[in-house]
Antibody, heavy 121, light 107 residues
Framework: EVQLLESGGDLVQPGGSLRLSCTAS????????MNWVRQAPGKGLEWVSG????????YYADSVKGRFTISRDNSKNTLYLQMSSLRADDTAVYYC??????????????WGRGTLVTVSS | DIQMTQSPSSLSASVGDRVTITCRAS??????LAWYQQKPGRVPKLLIY???TLQSGVPSRFSGSGSGTVFTLTLNSLQPEDVATYYC?????????FGQGTRLEIK
């Protein structure tokens, strides 16, 4: 059974940093691209970032480019999102999301339960 | 970047009705289109990928069609458990943009 477990969400001040983690199990982690998708309170889904199965190719939404860094450790079956220069509009539930294929051009077929990031003073 | 626009933003229908949601891409995306269902308080769930391929385990009353710039999600014989917000997403290339969502309620 595929499981994705996010952690690291917290209350952080504007301008601060945070690192999210997602531990995966139930599938061959390095065979699949992974994504981060967020959802602000009461709002829709927003794709944040993605990277290929081997971690060589990364992509970012314009809203986070230059502030967030996605990475993965395939030896630990773990996906990361390093977030810096956080702003109030980064407040959201962040979902770890597994793609159907090795490359990023694939739909998401599994989602974690999400971790809440709140940016506020 | 390619924009994804869903219509309507919300709709209300009766149990047993046929419901159609449309998703339009600002540029052609071939069939790189997925539909997700998010029930209140729940995690999103993949319904359809490749514009028309039903994800395993999804009831056959759900179907998808379209290619290029116009796509539709159809629910035949609406059930009470279908109350949810539905999102389309394009995934041909980054950014993997979602539509704004369509909220479906039961009359």
């Amino acid at each position: 059974e595929v499981q994705l477990l996010e952690s690291g969400g917290d209350l952080v001040q504007p301008g601060g940093s945070l690192r999210l983690s997602c531990t995966a199990s139930g599938f061959t982690f390095n065979n699949y691209a992974m994504n981060w998708v967020r959802q602000a309170p009461g709002k829709g889904l927003e794709w944040v970032s993605g990277l290929s199965g081997g971690g060589e190719i990364t992509y970012y939404a314009d809203s986070v480019k230059g502030r967030f860094t996605i990475s993965r450790d395939n030896s630990k079956n773990t996906l990361y999102l390093q977030m810096s220069s956080l702003r109030a509009d980064d407040t959201a539930v962040y979902y770890c999301a597994k793609a159907r294929g090795l490359g990023i051009a694939a739909a998401v077929n599994y989602w974690g339960r999400g971790t809440l990031v709140t940016v506020s003073s | 970047d390619i924009q994804m626009t869903q219509s309507p933003s919300s709709l209300s229908a009766s149990v047993g009705d046929r419901v159609t949601i449309t998703c339009r891409a600002s540029q052609g995306i071939s069939n790189y289109l997925a539909w997700y269902q998010q029930k209140p308080g729940r995690v999103p769930k993949l319904l359809i990928y490749g514009a028309s391929t039903l994800q395993s385990g999804v009831p056959s009353r759900f179907s998808g069609s379209g290619s290029g710039t116009v796509f539709t999600l159809t629910l035949n014989s609406l059930q009470p458990e279908d109350v949810a917000t539905y999102y389309c997403q394009k995934y041909n290339s980054a950014p993997l943009t979602f539509g704004q969502g369509t909220r479906l309620e039961i009359k």
